[in-house]
């Protein structure tokens, strides 16, 4: 998972849930097997190439381009991805 989706999901929750409840979840988070992937300025490039040429939030460019970096599979539930299924692999949830 890559940092900037680490935070979209912090939001996400502390939004819905409150701030307790987000810290609770990423403390877990973080102390899971997750591999969390730093955003540095070759996956801001091709997240940004991303976002220019598909229908996708530069957040979920940044999953995008850490699946297709790693040669991994994206898991996601986000009907979003639909407009890039035929350039990386995604296990839909």
């Known amino acids: ?35 969390f992937i730093p955003a540095d300025e070759r996956l801001s490039l091709i997240a940004g190439r991303i976002k220019a040429f598909h229908k996708l939030s530069y957040a979920d460019g940044f999953a995008a381009a850490t699946a297709i970096d790693l040669n991994a599979t994206l898991l996601t539930g986000d009907e ?6 035929g350039k990386v692999k995604i296990e839909w949830l």
């Open 1 to 35: 998972m890559n940092v900037v989706n680490l935070g979209e999901v912090y939001y996400i929750i502390a939004r819905r849930k409150g701030v307790d409840v987000a810290d609770f979840i990423i403390a877990n988070l973080l102390k899971s097997p997750i591999l």
């Open 80 to 85: 979003e991805f639909k407009n890039i299924a």
